[in-house]
């Protein structure tokens, strides 16, 4: 996995970076309130961590927003569990250009929602980009 540091979404002085998910999966998951396939995948996210505890499955929630309260205010209203950071260069960002890549396309492409899980050694299991058609939970029962 390529190394990172990024913002907490709603503690901007607290950094974010791999070390803090080690022996575990992760699960990034790539999101923005303006991206509806991204708001539908919520309740699937719900699932796997019923299914999988925080112990063995970390899922970190990455806002591609353009600003944090845009984040934060849907976060108020809807439960997305995990940690939540904020990708503040958005999808051309750093974070974005390293994550948020359309597998199979131009590396100019981009997309929401994206989902990248992480085994507990620090290599990219599996990527579902915006426009697959595999499941997020199908791919946890998968390699989890």
Request: aromatic share 8%; charged share 25%.
């Amino acid at each position: 996995m390529p190394g990172f540091e990024i913002e907490a979404l709603r503690d901007s002085g607290r950094a974010i970076t791999p070390s803090d998910f080690e022996g575990r999966y992760v699960l990034l998951n790539l999101w923005a309130t303006w991206c509806g396939p991204c708001i539908e995948k919520i309740p699937a996210l719900q699932k796997a961590r019923q299914r999988y505890s925080p112990e063995r499955l970390a899922i970190l929630n990455v806002s591609f927003d353009r600003s944090r309260p845009e984040a934060t205010a849907l976060l108020e209203k809807r439960e997305m569990p995990g940690s939540h950071a904020y990708a503040s260069g958005g999808l051309g960002g750093e974070f974005g250009g390293k994550f948020a890549r359309v597998s199979g396309r131009s590396s100019s492409m981009r997309g929401l929602p994206n989902f990248t899980l992480v085994g507990p050694e620090g290599k990219v299991t599996e990527i579902i980009s915006a426009g697959d058609s595999g499941g997020v939970l199908e791919m946890l029962s998968e390699h989890l």
